[in-house]
């Protein structure tokens, strides 16, 4: 009955839910335009594609490994495979190469021969997991994460989505592991809270992790799940607020 209780309070905060910060650039913009300074709106333009190109770099390392959960916990094999394809393709292009720390690469690497070889024998639960813990590793050792910290820490609370899926898709579910997944993942969130002006997104989320850390403590897999989805939902509407 808790669970149920905290389930409507999340549902009834997205409803009122209206996304109305600004980004960090956005603000120097209007500033630039006001002063009428050519070299400031020029200094914005100029951070504006930096950033793009880094976001595009960032979606390149992490989006396969997001899809690859996503179709593993479908157990959709056509899926997973171009996935995988898009891992292969990035790795022959030295994506990773580019833009996770170097002193991750062989690690990472470790990790991508093992998802190959899950994905050879159709092994969805593992593929599902260790996908999901790829994004994470790529998230934690992106190269330019210091340049975009806001949306590192959504990356994090995007992890926490799949990865509870995923350990709840497993034939023994780890709760010992869900819930240091979930104590983790709400610290990124504490931190990222201070920049988010909407109480009502905010209220969201307070929700949302004690809704997880009931569901864990009672063992119901079934709130997890739906408590897991909502999180991935909400990390939509937490993107929107910092566009």
């Given at each position: 009955?808790?669970?149920?209780?905290?389930?409507?309070?999340?549902?009834?905060i997205?409803?009122?839910?209206?996304?109305?910060?600004?980004?960090?650039?956005?603000?120097?913009?209007?500033?630039?335009?006001?002063?009428?300074?050519?070299?400031?709106?020029?200094?914005?333009?100029?951070?504006?594609?930096?950033?793009?190109?880094?976001?595009?770099?960032?979606?390149?390392?992490?989006?396969?490994f997001?899809?690859?959960?996503?179709?593993?916990?479908?157990?959709?094999?056509?899926?997973?495979?171009?996935?995988?394809?898009?891992?292969?393709?990035?790795?022959?292009?030295?994506?990773f190469?580019?833009?996770?720390?170097?002193?991750?690469?062989?690690?990472?690497?470790?990790?991508?021969?093992?998802?190959?070889?899950?994905?050879?024998?159709?092994?969805?639960?593992?593929?599902?997991?260790?996908?999901?813990?790829?994004?994470?590793?790529?998230?934690?050792?992106?190269?330019?994460?210091?340049?975009?910290?806001?949306?590192?820490?959504?990356?994090?609370?995007?992890?926490?989505?799949?990865?509870?899926?995923?350990?709840?898709?497993?034939?023994?579910?780890?709760?010992?592991?869900?819930?240091?997944?979930?104590?983790?993942?709400?610290?990124?969130?504490?931190?990222?809270?201070?920049?988010?002006?909407?109480?009502?997104?905010?209220?969201?989320?307070e929700?949302?992790?004690?809704?997880?850390?009931?569901?864990?403590?009672?063992?119901?897999?079934?709130?997890?799940?739906?408590?897991?989805?909502?999180?991935?939902?909400?990390?939509d509407?937490?993107?929107?607020?910092?566009?």
């Amino acid at each position: 009955m808790k669970s149920l209780k905290l389930i409507t309070g999340i549902i009834a905060i997205i409803g009122l839910t209206a996304c109305s910060q600004k980004t960090e650039n956005n603000n120097k913009l209007e500033e630039a335009i006001i002063s009428n300074s050519q070299k400031e709106i020029e200094n914005v333009k100029e951070e504006y594609l930096l950033s793009a190109k880094i976001f595009k770099q960032l979606d390149l390392t992490l989006s396969p490994f997001e899809d690859m959960t996503e179709y593993a916990l479908n157990k959709n094999d056509e899926g997973i495979k171009k996935s995988l394809n898009q891992v292969l393709k990035a790795k022959e292009n030295k994506i990773f190469e580019a833009n996770i720390t170097p002193e991750s690469i062989d690690l990472l690497y470790q990790k991508l021969n093992q998802l190959e070889e899950y994905v050879l024998v159709n092994n969805h639960q593992q593929v599902a997991l260790l996908s999901a813990e790829i994004f994470e590793f790529n998230t934690s050792n992106f190269i330019d994460a210091d340049k975009i910290e806001n949306q590192i820490k959504i990356e994090h609370l995007d992890y926490l989505g799949f990865q509870t899926l995923a350990l709840l898709n497993q034939d023994q579910i780890n709760w010992k592991q869900l819930e240091n997944t979930i104590t983790d993942v709400e610290k990124v969130w504490s931190s990222l809270s201070k920049d988010v002006d909407d109480h009502n997104l905010k209220d969201s989320f307070e929700y949302l992790f004690a809704g997880l850390h009931l569901s864990v403590k009672n063992k119901d897999d079934k709130m997890a799940k739906i408590l897991a989805s909502m999180d991935l939902s909400l990390v939509d509407v937490l993107e929107n607020a910092f566009e």
